[in-house]
């Protein structure tokens, strides 16, 4: 069974810096892609980063040039770093990652989610 831990949440004023990590273990053979998404307070969740095995890095808009996701093959763990947070960041920030295990099935797995607010 492959699992997936996140950790780094927390409470950081507008204009400070956060890093979350995400790591899976478990019995995974390939992994095709991993990212994170968030989901505001009323809001449809929403990819902010991902990162494809030997593919580009995927932004969106509203994220690009303050965070940078990155990734330790070694330790099949994902991180985003998140600078200059502003309060609209607020949300649930969740791992996803898609991967094959050793039987050959491919699972698309999420994190339990972890808080980020930005607030003064």
């Known amino acids: 069974q492959v699992q997936l831990v996140e950790s780094g949440g927390g409470l950081v004023q507008p204009g400070g810096s956060l890093r979350l990590s995400c790591a899976a273990s478990?019995?995974?053979?390939?992994?095709?892609?991993m990212g994170w998404y968030r989901q505001a307070p009323g809001k449809q969740r929403e990819l902010v980063a991902t990162m494809p095995t030997g593919g580009s890095t995927n932004y969106v808009d509203s994220v690009k040039g303050r965070f940078t996701i990155s990734r330790d093959n070694a330790k099949n763990t994902v991180y985003l770093q998140m600078n200059s947070l502003k309060p609209e960041d607020t949300a649930i920030y969740y791992c996803?990652?898609?991967?094959?295990?050793?039987?050959?099935?491919?699972?698309?797995?999420w994190g339990q989610g972890t808080q980020v607010t930005v607030s003064s």
């Open positions: 996803n990652l898609k991967a094959y295990n050793i039987r050959a099935t491919a699972l698309d797995l």
């Open positions: 478990g019995n995974i053979f390939a992994i095709n892609d």
